[in-house]
Structure formats: C-alpha cells, structure tokens
C-alpha cells in the first residue's frame, strides 16, 4: 500500500473523529463561552483533516 494513501486514510480517520467529537460537544453545550470555542476548533480541524484525507486517498494512483 502506498505510503500517501495510508497518510490519507489516517487523515480521513482523524478528521471524522473530530467531527463527531464536535457533534457531542454540540449535543450537550449549554451555551458558555469555552463550549462555542472547543466546538468552532474540533469541527474546522475535523472538516480539514477529512477533506485533506479524501483528496489524498482521491488522487494518489495505486502503482505496484
């Protein structure tokens, strides 16, 4: 396996793990300030590392 889409596949895995982190944040915020912050930080950190992995996993060809 490539080394690039192994990279990607850790990537995609990190990313959907900080979405649904953002998604339980979302769930149980009362609405304070360091709840608005951590939930903005995990869900565009989670949005970059998914997008990044699938574009790496997308366009890295499978040679062998």
């Not at 009362?30 to 950190?45: A, H, N, T």
């Amino acid at each position: 396996m490539n080394l690039k889409r192994t990279f990607g596949a850790i990537l995609t895995v990190l990313g959907i793990a900080g979405l649904i982190y953002a998604a339980v944040v979302f769930a149980g915020t009362s609405g304070g300030e360091r709840d608005v912050k951590s939930l903005i930080i995990f869900g565009i950190l989670g949005v970059v590392f998914f997008i990044s992995g699938i574009g790496l996993v997308k366009t890295t060809k499978d040679e062998s």
